[in-house]
């Protein structure tokens, strides 16, 4: 639940946001990408701030967030893991390095580990197919880890 302190500071960042891109249609998308750069993700009265300001019924701007994958209305975890399921990753093993990392973190993609560490995602492609099956962890690149590597690239065991 926000406090009156954390609306007070959404508001505040969200004028700034509407006075550097304007009322453009155009805009949502970027005050969007800024939002979710400072906050992690995109919290709720960030979103209503935005409605009201841009006078865009909320129903709209869930829309838009909810559309492009880049965009999450979730906190996520310190670290994010990226991993390919794209064609050319899957026929070579994507499906087994999804299944081993949701071993050792113990979630499934989409979710995030209890103590906030780590967020699993699955994503179309990560544009390296040569290297799949291939993941990334906060956006650097892996191909193909065995268990021993994800183990110690995640410091896990």
Not at 7 to 32: F, P, S
Not at 86 to 100: D, E, F, K, N
């Amino acid at each position: 639940m926000a406090t009156a302190e954390d609306i007070a500071t959404a508001d505040r960042e969200i004028d700034e946001l509407v006075e550097r891109y304007g009322r453009a249609d155009g805009a949502l998308i970027q005050m969007l990408l800024d939002i979710q750069k400072t906050q992690g993700y995109l919290p709720t009265e960030w979103l209503v701030g935005l409605s009201e300001r841009l006078e865009i019924p909320l129903p709209r701007i869930y829309h838009a967030a909810t559309f492009y994958k880049a965009f999450s209305l979730e906190p996520k975890g310190r670290h994010v893991i990226q991993v390919c399921t794209g064609t050319a990753c899957h026929v070579r093993g994507a499906p087994l390095l999804v299944s081993r990392i949701g071993s050792l973190l113990g979630v499934r993609p989409g979710e995030t580990t209890g103590d906030g560490e780590f967020t699993f995602e699955t994503v179309n492609c990560l544009g390296c197919c040569a290297l799949g099956p291939v993941m990334t962890v906060d956006e650097k690149y892996y191909s193909n880890p065995s268990q021993e590597e994800l183990a110690k690239l995640l410091n896990i065991g």
